[in-house]
Nanobody, 124 residues
């Protein structure tokens, strides 16, 4: 079992930055990859980024590439999503998720555990 708790969301203006955190408890954090997803009202949950077990390989979807950075600190059992140059279309509930294995995956079905989500709202 893995328990995930996101934090760091909020209301910001376009062009601002936010850093989301995802604190994990339970299964050894360094044994699995982590991913970030988001879901906007009326839309499907969207994969954003993933990071492998050791913080090495990362992957981003094109819509956030160059603006978002994913990282992890295995000593703190925490993953992060740094979001810069935020746009109104980034408004959504953001979720972190723990993968079944150590390597990155863009498919939501590869993730067994999910946080409760944190709201990010970007005003124009």
């Amino acid at each position: 079992q893995v328990q995930l708790v996101e934090s760091g969301g909020g209301l910001v203006q376009a062009g601002d930055s936010l850093r989301l955190s995802c604190a994990a408890a339970g299964r050894t954090f360094s044994r699995y990859a982590m991913g970030w997803f988001r879901q906007a009202p009326g839309k499907e949950r969207e994969f954003l980024a993933a990071i492998s077990w050791n913080g090495g390989p990362t992957y981003f979807v094109d819509s956030v590439k160059g603006r978002f950075t994913i990282s992890r600190d295995n000593s703190k059992n925490t993953a992060y999503l740094q979001m810069n140059s935020l746009k109104p279309e980034d408004t959504a509930v953001y979720y972190c998720a723990a993968a079944r294995g150590p390597f990155i995956d863009i498919d939501a079905t590869a993730y067994d555990y999910w946080g409760q989500g944190t709201q990010v709202t970007v005003s124009s």
